[in-house]
């Protein structure tokens, strides 16, 4: 289904129930960010809010993908799987031999459709264009401010077009925008992505690139522009199959090179000239969870800003999960999920990336197992397969569980676990926002092949061992003989899952390695399959929150040790440093960053405003929950 424009759509979210107007005054400097956390946080995603009174000429779009019901909306389907299903049934049609000239006709209507809904470009200006500034000012749109610790105001919902200068194919990406005064602002384009390969073809060339960024219009098209697409599929291509109907653009005045959509509300058109020097960008609170710190980015400068007359500026805030950027995910998980069976691994039979994963970090995908070693086929399939490649911790179940039922999960992937031969590591590249890594966007990755085995996958001599203690019996065990051991969480076992998660407080080198290897000795700990370090400021009982900084923190193929049980070394238990990294301790030479929360004063004025907002019942803010586990104030880690 296509939306007319963000206008319609958001008269559809109030209809439904599901939007909320704030009539009150709400600064866009971390207010917004702040409530649109505690509505996010508030239960199945909360409501979209519209922040009516900002102290600009326009109103500000929060939290509108912020649930399964609004992605839904958004996409015009009735759940997440329904393209899925489209895309695979397409697929078949496709690839289905034709035996007769009947067959190929019955194609016709399908590939005629499919036409239909490519993007075109149409004479004369767009609603987008209603209004043309004369003077371009960023300045005067109501960018937010989302954490304290940000570099300054962030654009967070940019359409970004680019063209590559030779074969004029287009790219539509979606990088964050830092706003440094009325016509200039950082692009964060990441060396792996196209716009940055199209900046680095103009640089070959000597030439300013064309840039334009557009906000708002379809919601559809803030999805394309986060869509893992190959290189050459523009994304408009896949708008249009979304929507069925293609996507109308027009030439952008100042940069006629590019065309935007144009039912968009905002167009920001500019240039990045090669020759400039980089501006210093960041920090900012990125959607790890942590924030992203500062490095060296291209400049954007503005030559032209147009909107339409009723133009409402979208944003949206990441940081510590959940948030609106998990249904996006969601979205990305489920139409993805038919290309990747149907082109490169036809194996698998559904995929799963848990929120405190953040996207890469974390991805479960069950397979249709059918031989010994068929995990690692697919493990290697899905590491070369496009933003795949980021991925740092491969979970692998079969056809003989449900892998959204977590619990029942861990208990299938640990009975037929053995640490010794089931878990591979290896490394590659990983997401530059990855601060675990010793080198930037390059690191380790962990599979951890939780199949039912076959006879030749079993270790010679490996017999199964299970916990026989109570659980409050290992944690006693473990907190007794070790004083760095703030807290044990050994709950896991009572689920028949041998794994614990451990908070330490690291005080010399080699400490978690030496740690786990006497932890393992312990004959309460006898059956432990894997042990999970945390920092001794995380509560391993808050099984999220310890999950979300674990995964973060990780770099599975440096940060592991195996221990071997002595009478039974065809088994062992595998632990896991998931701490922080510091120089002194673990010869870490990078950064290191801060995890995001709203400052005391922004908590305080929205604390009082709250009555003033239309929003129900009083709700606290998330940061609370994590001011203890702050090291310092700034955005990176006081050492």
């Not at 249009?240 to 940069?255: A, H, M």
């Amino acid at each position: 289904m296509a939306w007319k424009d963000q206008q319609a759509f958001i008269e559809a979210l109030e209809k439904a129930n599901e939007l909320v107007r704030i009539k009150a005054f709400v600064d866009p400097h971390l207010e917004i960010a702040e409530i649109t956390d505690r509505i996010s946080k508030s239960g199945g995603g909360g409501k979209a809010l519209l922040f009516e009174n900002t102290g600009y000429d326009f109103p500000v779009l929060m939290n509108a993908y912020g649930s399964e019901r609004r992605m839904c909306m958004a996409l015009g389907v009735s759940d997440l799987d329904e393209t899925a299903r489209e895309i695979e049934d397409l697929f078949k049609m496709i690839s289905a031999p034709k035996e007769s000239m009947l067959d190929k006709l019955k194609l016709l209507p399908k590939l005629g459709a499919f036409a239909s809904w490519m993007p075109a470009v149409k004479k004369g200006r767009g609603a987008c264009q209603e209004v043309v500034l004369e003077q371009p000012d960023i300045t005067k749109i109501p960018v937010i401010t989302c954490w304290p610790k940000d570099g300054g105001p962030f654009i967070t919902l940019p359409v970004i077009h680019t063209k590559d200068p030779t074969t004029q194919s287009r790219n539509v990406g979606m990088y964050r925008m830092q706003v440094f005064g009325p016509t200039l602002t950082g692009m964060h384009w990441h060396k792996h992505k196209v716009s940055a390969k199209h900046f680095a073809e103009y640089k070959k060339l000597g030439k300013k690139m064309p840039v334009a960024v557009a906000l708002g219009g379809d919601p559809v098209y803030a999805y394309s522009a986060t869509a893992p697409l190959p290189e050459n599929v523009d994304e408009y291509m896949l708008a249009g199959f979304l929507r069925k109907k293609k996507v109308e653009l027009v030439k952008c005045i100042s940069q006629p090179e590019i065309e935007v959509p144009a039912d968009a509300d905002f167009i920001i058109e500019g240039y990045v000239d090669p020759a400039d020097e980089l501006i210093w960008e960041g920090p900012f609170g990125d959607h790890t969870g942590y924030y992203s710190l500062p490095d060296w980015y291209p400049r954007f400068h503005i030559t032209a800003i147009t909107h339409r007359k009723n133009a409402v500026y979208p944003a949206t805030i990441v940081g510590i999960p959940p948030q609106e950027d998990a249904w996006l995910g969601k979205a990305t998980e489920r139409i993805f999920l038919a290309p990747i069976k149907m082109t490169m691994v036809p194996e698998i039979m559904d995929m799963d990336m848990p929120v405190e994963g953040v996207f890469h970090n974390l991805v479960i995908t069950k397979i249709n197992k059918e031989y010994a070693g068929q995990g690692q086929k697919v493990m290697n399939a899905m590491w070369g397969a496009g933003q795949m490649m980021f991925n740092k911790i491969l979970v692998l179940a079969d056809q003989g569980i449900r892998i959204q039922d977590y619990p029942a999960l861990a208990r299938y992937v640990f009975k037929n676990l053995n640490p010794v031969t089931d878990v591979v590591f290896s490394s590659g590249p990983m997401d530059v926002l990855d601060h675990s890594c010793s080198k930037m966007g390059f690191g380790g990755k962990m599979c951890i092949d939780g199949t039912t085995k076959f006879p030749e996958e079993i270790e010679d001599g490996f017999s199964e061992v299970m916990p026989t203690l109570p659980a409050q019996d290992i944690a006693a065990a473990i907190t007794l003989a070790f004083s760095e051991v703030k807290a044990v969480n050994a709950s896991l076992t009572e689920q028949q899952i041998p794994c614990l998660l451990v908070a330490v407080k690291k005080d010399r080198p080699g400490h978690i390695r030496s740690l786990h290897n006497a932890i393992s000795q312990l004959p309460a700990v006898k059956g432990i399959k894997m042990i999970l370090y945390v920092e001794h400021t995380v509560d391993p009982q808050d099984l999220p929150t310890a999950l979300w900084r674990f995964c973060n923190n990780l770099d599975p193929k440096r940060d592991q040790q195996l221990y071997r049980y002595e009478d039974n070394p065809a088994s062992g238990c595998l632990g896991l440093d998931g701490t922080r990294k510091t120089k002194e301790l673990d010869n870490f030479q990078r950064d290191w960053p801060n995890i995001i929360v709203a400052n005391d004063a922004t908590i305080r004025s929205v604390d009082e405003k709250w009555g003033q907002l239309g929003l129900g019942e009083f709700i606290s803010s998330p940061s609370l929950k994590y001011k203890d586990q702050l090291y310092g104030e700034e955005a990176i880690v006081e050492n």
